[in-house]
């Protein structure tokens, strides 16, 4: 049984040009098209205290309580909204976008967290969000979201999940943490904030 099908050739049209970003380079994408977020189970980026040590030293009880808590964020976000997958598409490498609905007999959330296990980019997106969801080691997710605004019913879900919101300094085009703060702070969410900047 097929796990996707294309969606009608306008509203993909309409997706590929609100997501023509995707297109691009990391570096060559502006602000003004999208900001980078990372949600984590921990409350700063480890490497920036030589923390791994929490990580080798866990128990296996431990490390599966954070699993689970990343597990239940994905399984709660798709209830939010219905994702939708996407293929890159054409003769050369990112030359177009195809926009996909997820078919699958696996239920859609358990597919998504199947996916944090197996791969760093499921190619998926969330139209009203405006979100698009990367995963990292280390129980860590990257939010490419176009809105701020958009994006507070997902800080909420980070809330109930005891999960951090953490800045990515690494892509210093898209990140606009201080924004976040101020939008945590505007949400009396402090307590989602990064502990070590």
Not at 165 to 191: C, F, G, W
Request: net charge negative; hydrophobic share 40%.
């Amino acid at each position: 049984m097929r796990k996707f099908l294309n969606l009608p050739k306008i509203k993909n049209k309409t997706l590929a040009k609100q997501y023509s970003y995707l297109l691009k380079y990391t570096d060559d994408r502006s602000s003004e098209e999208c900001q980078w977020l990372a949600i984590s189970v921990f409350d700063h980026w480890l490497y920036k205290t030589n923390s791994f040590s929490i990580v080798e030293n866990a128990t296996d009880k431990q490390k599966l309580t954070w699993t689970n808590q990343i597990y239940q964020f994905l399984l709660d976000i798709v209830e939010l909204e219905r994702p939708i997958y996407f293929k890159y598409a054409g003769k050369h490498t990112k030359s177009s976008i195809q926009f996909r609905d997820y078919v699958g007999e696996t239920p859609i959330g358990q597919f998504l967290c199947k996916q944090y296990d197996d791969i760093y980019e499921p190619n998926v997106i969330f139209e009203s969000i405006a979100l698009h969801l990367m995963f990292e080691d280390n129980w860590t997710i990257i939010l490419d979201y176009q809105d701020l605004e958009k994006l507070e019913p997902v800080l909420n879900l980070m809330n109930q999940h005891n999960l951090y919101a953490l800045p990515v300094e690494r892509v210093e085009n898209l990140n606009m943490y201080s924004e976040v703060e101020a939008m945590l702070t505007k949400m009396n969410l402090d307590n989602l904030k990064c502990r070590s900047l």
